[in-house]
């Protein structure tokens, strides 16, 4: 397939969606066609089933349920969105993808790795980010930004124990997939992290001749 498909993973308050918009301008600036998105979201269908999914009033969610919809709104996002985006040769930036449900649902919940990676190749045909920047930050850290942009959703609200092995969640998710993935630290500037993306970025556009 042609295109180009990047994905940024991370805590919550990391500052992911800053920084897509930082590389999609970057991308536009270089000529290509961008396409931006969110995980969960990016459809219509997938917006609804992300209220679902973050609102405060389904507490009672079982996790099985929760990995489910995370699977299911990204089903619709993969087939209406990021396929034909793909196949069109476009940049497809997406704010989190499958990684997130690995370490939030198959670490953090508890329900496995292995099961989350099922359910989700089943979601998406398999489709894995070419390249996905994981933006670092201390889970406290992460959460007091979040306090302070508004109402927590669902998830936000879980304890921080939750946060914190979600943090530990993306150490391990880092090793599995050492070559795909790039760390990087969310406490540093936002100009000094977007500038090391669109590094790592330019590299890899021109080693693969993109
Ligand atoms: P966002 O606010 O970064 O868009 O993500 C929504 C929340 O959903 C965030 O707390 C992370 C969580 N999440 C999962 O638990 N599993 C997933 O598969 C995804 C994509 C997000």
């Known amino acids: 397939m042609s ?6 993973e991370g805590n919550d308050g990391a500052g992911k969606s800053t920084q897509v918009e930082k590389l999609a301008l970057h991308m536009r600036k270089k000529g290509f066609n961008v396409c931006t998105l969110r ?11 992300r209220r679902i999914i973050l609102d405060n009033a389904n507490y009672k969610m079982n996790h099985m349920t929760e990995a489910l919809l995370y699977a299911s709104s ?4 993969v087939h209406e969105k990021i396929m034909p985006a793909l196949r069109a040769g476009q940049v497809v930036i997406c704010d989190r993808f499958v990684d997130s449900s690995l370490v939030y649902q198959g670490i953090a919940r508890g329900l496995g790795i292995e099961t989350i990676k099922q359910i989700n ?9 070419d390249i ?17 942009q508004g109402e927590l959703d669902r998830m936000e609200n879980e304890k921080n124990s939750f946060h914190n092995k979600v943090n530990q969640g993306f150490e391990e998710i880092m090793e ?8 990087l630290e969310a406490n540093e500037p936002v100009g ?13 556009i021109n080693e693969r001749g993109l």
């Open 3 to 8: 295109g180009l498909f990047i994905s940024f």
């Open 39 to 49: 995980d969960p979201g990016g459809t219509e269908i997938s917006e609804k089933i």
């Open 74 to 77: 990204r089903c619709q996002l």
């Open 121 to 129: 190749s089943f979601a998406t045909g398999g489709l894995e980010p």
């Open 132 to 148: 996905t920047f994981f933006l670092h930050l201390d889970p406290a850290a992460g959460m007091k930004r979040k306090r302070v």
């Open 176 to 183: 599995l997939y050492p070559m795909r993935i790039v760390r």
């Open 192 to 204: 000094r992290i977007a500038a090391q993306i669109a590094y790592c970025i330019d590299t890899y």
